[in-house]
């Protein structure tokens, strides 16, 4: 299984705050917009079959289902899963969750989505490319499949780790470890391998001062990456 113990351990644990805006989640909370109508923007999410690798408790999978798309959302964390089934019932947005990694759902249901989402996952599995692989696989001929991750370099070191886990305290310490960041060459590298297109890259920001993520073109550190897979 492409999954690391200690990685699914770390956020099974805290996943009863999975909800909580102002607890180590926050930063999800708060960049979720911006991902969203992202993702909408290049690709309208009303009416399309989405799937949420990693979905984690369901903030991205509920946002989209709000959105009025058909959303699946799978993870190996079966606690963040039970959160994120709770939350549905209670927010009434309907959301199939499941208890699978992306390589065994795209052996069973290979080319079913119009969209694949796979955000802030990458850096903490063992092997990223057979993620993307799947993800590729997962999605149909003609559909998107959008990525999130952060960059390898010694200024994305110094902002989200130093910086997030140690002087803002953004996120617990030890949420990354920088030997998994990847750089947007590799995660391309990785999209082309699986026969998907790249069709645009953005980066995201936080301003210390005034505590708001935005998106740019500076991705040193936290950036998206679309892609398509030709039809």
Not at 152 to 174: D, Q
Not at 197 to 218: A, C, F, I, R
Request: proline share 6%; glycine share 8%; hydrophobic share 40%.
């Amino acid at each position: 299984m492409n999954a690391d113990p200690l990685e699914l351990q770390k956020f099974s644990d805290l996943a009863h705050r999975w909800w909580d805006p102002t607890s180590e989640f926050r930063p999800l909370h708060e960049i979720n917009p911006l991902r969203l109508e992202w993702i909408n923007a290049r690709a309208p999410l009303a009416g399309k079959a989405v799937v949420d690798i990693g979905c984690g408790g369901g903030i991205l999978a509920e946002s989209m289902a709000r959105k009025g798309a058909n959303v699946t959302g799978i993870d190996l964390s079966e606690k963040a899963l039970k959160v994120a089934d709770l939350h549905s019932l209670e927010s009434g947005v309907q959301v199939r969750y499941e208890l699978v990694s992306a390589e065994d759902l795209a052996a069973r249901e290979a080319g079913r989505y119009d969209v694949v989402t796979c955000m802030e996952m990458l850096e903490h599995v063992p092997d990223p490319a057979a993620v993307v692989r799947a993800c590729a696989a997962l999605v149909k001929p003609g559909g998107h499949v959008f990525f999130s991750t952060i960059n390898r370099n010694p200024k994305s070191y110094l902002f989200a780790v130093i910086g997030a886990e140690y002087v803002l305290r953004l996120l617990p310490k030890g949420t990354h470890d920088y030997a998994k960041f990847i750089t947007p060459a590799e995660l391309a590298q990785f999209a082309r391998n699986a026969g998907l297109t790249v069709d645009g890259l953005k980066g995201m920001g936080y301003n210390p001062l005034t505590k708001v993520y935005s998106l740019n073109q500076d991705t040193d550190v936290n950036y998206l990456v679309a892609c398509s897979r030709p039809a």
